[in-house]
């Protein structure tokens, strides 16, 4: 660990980008993944739509998808983000719609009973009790985002991928170690947070 120890102001910088990074990109990907994963759930001919060109994005290599988005955005961390949320709509996605198809029948009956709107039923009752499955796919994509997010460096957009192509270029296993480790252990640490989260909601 000797780049940790001699250089942690810049790791430390560093790892400050990688989190802004890919929290922002979580963010911006929730926004649009919650209404598509509730016309999903909802309609079966829009979730064979939604879910396939999501499966269609997720299966474009990251590289090859950067390379496209810089030719449009041009390099740094607008594209890098984009490229995020793109990576996270099939995880974030689908979870909405197994939280919503997983919620008791019985639960939105009653609602409907006591004479709930289909909006107040969603946001009252469904959303709620699928909350915990809604946070399991929230986890994974934190964590798949952490590292998508290493291979951003590629396009300027800083992070902890730096270190990984800086210590690659010029031979400095140190500086691949240093990056790998805080990159690991930041993955670590989303899916523990968001594993606590789940479990809160859950009880």
Known sequence: ???LASH???????L??????VAVALAIALVIALPLGVLAARNARAAGAILGVAGVLYTIPSLALLAILVTVLGLG???AIVALVVYAQMILIRAVVAALRGVDPALVDAARGIGFTARQTLLR???PAGLP???GGVRVAAVSLVALAT???WINAGGLGALLFEGISTNNPAKIFAGALAAALLAIAADVALRGAERAVRT
């Open 151 to 153: 291979v951003a460096a």
């Open 133 to 135: 499955v809604m946070l």
């Open 1 to 3: 660990m000797p780049y």
């Open 77 to 79: 961390k607008p594209t």
């Open 16 to 21: 400050g980008e990688h989190v802004v990074l």
């Open 125 to 127: 009752v469904e959303l």
């Open 8 to 14: 942690p102001a810049r790791v430390g910088a560093l």
